[in-house]
């Protein structure tokens, strides 16, 4: 997908490596969780930037985030952490850093749900 998709400014879907196709709220809510973009383009077919990564949150910061969190973030949400995705705040694509305070907890529904409006 382009990075224009990815970062919204165009909508767009995106195609996964196994040919399945995913709107582009999904592949940035994938980048969210896994924080791997594995190839972003520019134009036809070329690679901008491929396998950039960024860290996953650390099993301790998932913990520490989890102690803090103790559920999913969205109110009335009762989510436990186990099955909750570490959300970034400042998406990666502005820069956000994979750290205790910019992560918090969103469960599948709420983590889709956000991505679907941002
Ligand atoms: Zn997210
Ligand atoms: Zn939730």
């Known amino acids: 997908m382009t990075l224009e998709a990815l970062e919204g400014r165009l909508e767009q879907a995106a195609r ?3 040919g399945e196709k995913i709107t582009a709220a999904t592949a940035r809510r994938l980048a969210c969780e896994a924080g791997i973009i594995p190839a972003v383009l520019g134009g036809p077919s070329e ?5 950039r990564t960024r ?3 650390t099993k301790a910061q998932r913990i520490a985030i989890g102690i803090r969190d103790q559920h999913c973030t969205e109110p009335g ?3 436990p952490p186990a099955m909750c995705h570490v959300h970034h705040d400042i998406p990666w694509s502005r820069g956000g850093p994979t750290d205790v305070d910019h992560g918090r907890l969103l469960c599948p529904k709420h983590h889709t749900r956000f991505h679907r409006r941002n």
């Open 77 to 79: 949400c009762d989510w």
């Open 16 to 18: 996964l490596d196994t």
């Open 47 to 51: 690679v901008l930037d491929l396998g």
């Open 55 to 57: 860290r996953f949150h």
